[in-house]
Nanobody
């Protein structure tokens, strides 16, 4: 089972940018479809973005489309989430997730591997 460790979360002002990273180990990274989810206090964990095994296909929640970009570097066993034009409503713990074939890709129950999360706080 792949192990995942997120990093990059911090406090940022509205309109700012952050890049989250998720380093994977313990498996063949290119065999895993990767996703980012987030969970705000008192809310359900929700889908943010996903990327296919080779990186050729990407998917986004409507709330982040045009502002966030997911990418991966299979040589470095790492997936990234570039977040631009951040809003206070983006404040949440962001989780990296992995699965060989998550179906559907936007459901948290489709993923077997999870990181511990990294806190992103956007101040107004």
């Amino acid at each position: 089972q792949v192990q995942l460790v997120e990093s990059g979360g911090q406090l940022v002002q509205a309109g700012g940018s952050l890049r989250l990273s998720c380093a994977a180990s313990g498996g063949t990274f290119s065999n895993y479809f990767m996703g980012w989810f987030r969970q705000a206090p008192g809310k359900e964990r929700e889908f943010v973005a996903a990327i296919s095994w080779s990186g050729g296909r990407t998917y986004y929640a409507d709330s982040v489309k045009g502002r966030f970009t997911i990418s991966r570097d299979n040589a470095k066993n790492t997936v990234y989430l570039q977040m631009n034009s951040l809003k206070p409503e983006d404040t949440a713990v962001y989780y990296c997730a992995a699965d060989r074939s998550p179906t559907p890709y936007y459901s948290k129950s489709s993923y077997n591997g999870w990181g511990q999360g990294t806190q992103v706080t956007v101040s107004s």
